[in-house]
Every structure is written in structure tokens, then in C-alpha cells.
């Protein structure tokens, strides 16, 4: 887990999108420091309105990234003048403050502490099912933390589960380092048994399943397709990070799996459902990854098509296997990143703009955006806006059709029809 100090610059929407970072850090089990010196990464949410705030922010950057071992940046600045922040020769990543969550995880499962319990946080429940993973990856420092896996009975998440429901969640984000492997500890994976449970409970609601590993999933992968097809409850979301498309790489990552498991698992998924949405990671840069590999990777990328994509730079993190390793240089890591990150853009942007025109029924309005907007989720998760939401009396927690009208790269716009 990471320690991280965040520091936000300019309007609400900043804010907004910070208090959001932060939600997901510490849902992943990072946790927040005051000082800059304290912390393991550090997170600058830019401002740019005028000349002489462009110029605190270089200086706020520079001083940042000579106090912390990494440095994310973002925020308006970040977006609009990210050049400004390379030619001022700053060691720091430019992102999409979506971004910033994955890259702080270093491509490490999230952490679940000892007592975590389900907390509500608006109308999304968040339920930790299980601590620990089953895996060993070489560059993970989280496994030092939580160790193998250990879950608890079915009928015990169920419970909070309900608990949850009862308490006003209609969101219900199913968490843990691994999902896919929960019950292996007991020498069979439960996790289309859980689920299956959960949403035989009364109530309206929606329930996203968290990150699972493709060697935890393959061995379910039929069952779990066949849940998500049968439960309207289920949102059609599978976040499989498969880091490389490199059997090589993923060796050397000590990853479990390969590529061609990960591609029986979306088989699996496209068999079931019609209309689903596909999550991954990738970590460019991994110390032993060549031009080939690297090429290997974009080519998965650009036929399995993801709908939501991590884009993370390989970083050492002291205590692992590939700290050890000699690393390649930044500016190459960089160059990948980028060609992977431009990649990303067009197949998401592409993705989104397919939806226009279409109508999507009973969206779950998940939270308040900036500016009287609502953020919402549709069947397969994807993320739509509603603009002026309180001419139509939109509020978290409703459900609603939607016409989509317009989209960005990372989401939509929509109309209440």
C-alpha cells in the first residue's frame, strides 16, 4: 500500500475530481499523509487559469518531485499545457485524473486492511469480500501486506450485503486484492456462488464486481458469464488486468497467467452477453520488456478493443523481486506509455461514440457531478453525464432512461427520455 499526499489547485470541479481520486485510493487501501516528504507518491491537481498560477504550478511540480519518489500531475494544466511540465524538465507523470488511482497501485492489487468492513459513501456500498490474493507477482509490494488469501463464508457477505441495501445502497462495488480467487482458500472459487446470492436479495440495486485476475477467473470463466447473463442486478463489467501481451513478460512478472487464458475468458464473456464492457491493465516498461514484447502488448490492446484501460509505467517498489532488476530508462518508458496511452484514447473515444443515438434503460444515477450534473452508470458500467439534472429532478440513487446525445473520451452525455 502507499503512502500519498494530494494537493488541489483552482475550481470545485478540481475538487471533485480530487475528493474521487481519493475515494479510490483509499478503497484500494492506500492511505493519505499531510507532508509531501512522508509519502511514497505525490498527487498535484493543477490549475491554469492565468499566467502566473501556470508558473506556481511548474514551481508547486518542481518542489513535489524533489520531495517524493513519484510524482502524478493533473488537473486542468496537466491537460491543456502538459508539454509545459517536460520542457521545465520535471520528473513527473501527466495524466487523466482518472488515471491517477491506477498509477498510484503501480499495477499492485489493492489493498484490503485486517479490519476492513463494508462502508456506504452516498448511495455505493463498497463490501470487501476477502483479504489477500493468491498470486506472487514480482513487482507487487502489496502481498507483503496482506498475504494469501482468506474468505470469509458466503453467507457472511451476504449479510453485509444486505446490511448495505437496507442502509440505502443501490450501488454495491464488490472489492478485495483478487476477486476471482475468492474461496480458493478453501479449494473451491465461489465467486459466481457469492454473486448469485447477492443479487437473489430484495431490493433495487446494481452490483460492480472489483478486480479479478484472469488465472482466478479462467477456471470459472463459463459460470461467471453465465451469472452475469442471468442477473440483471449484475452490472455486464469485467475488470481482468492481463499487465502484458507478452507470455514472456508475464513470465518474468511471475503473473500466473497468459494471453491465451486471458482470451478464453472475453470468449467466455462475448458467448454470454451481448453488450458488456471490458476493464484491464497494462505495465509498459516492465525491466525485461523489448520492442517486440512492447509491440505484443499494442497488439492485444488493439484486438481484444477494452473499453476501460489503466495505463501504468513500470516503477520499483522496494522489497520486490524485480526492484532488483535493471530497469530500462525513463524516456523509453515514457515513449510506450505514451504510444499505449494515444491507443487507449481512440479504441475508449471509439467505444463511446458508438453509444450516441442509442437509448439506454434504467441508468443508475450514481453521484453528483460539478455544475447541477449527475454521473451515471449504464448496464455495462459505462459512464454517462446528464447535464441541468435538476430539471429533471435527478438525484443519486434514481433510476432513469437515457437517450445518449454527445460523448467525450471517457464517457457520455445524456438526455432523460
Known sequence: MARYHIETYGCTSNRGESREIERRLRDAGHYRVEGADEADVAILNTCTVVEKT??????????????????????CMALAQGEEFAKAEVDGQVLHWDEVPEAVTNGECPTTTPDAEPILDGVVGILPIARGCMSDCSYCITKHATGKIDSPPIEENVEK????????AKEIRITGQDTGVYGWDEGERKLHRLLSEICELEGEFRVRVGMANPKGVHGIREELADVFAEYDELYDFLHAPVQSGSDDVLGDMRRQHQVEEYLEVIESFDAALDYWTLSTDFIVGFPTETDHDHEQSMALLRETRPEKVNVTRFSKRPGTDAAEMKGLGGTLKKERSKEMSAAKREIVGEAYADMVGETREDVLVVEEGTADSVKCRDSAYRQLIVQNASEYGLEPGDFVDLEVTAHETMYAFGKPV
Do not use: K
Not at 54 to 75: P, Q
Not at 161 to 168: E, F, K, N, T, Y
Open 54 to 75: 501556470e508558473r506556481n504550478m511548474l514551481r508547486r511540480a518542481e518542489e513535489l518531485a524533489d520531495e517524493t519518489a513519484d510524482l502524478f500531475i493533473t488537473g
Open 161 to 168: 450485503a444486505r446490511a448495505l441495501i437496507h442502509a440505502g
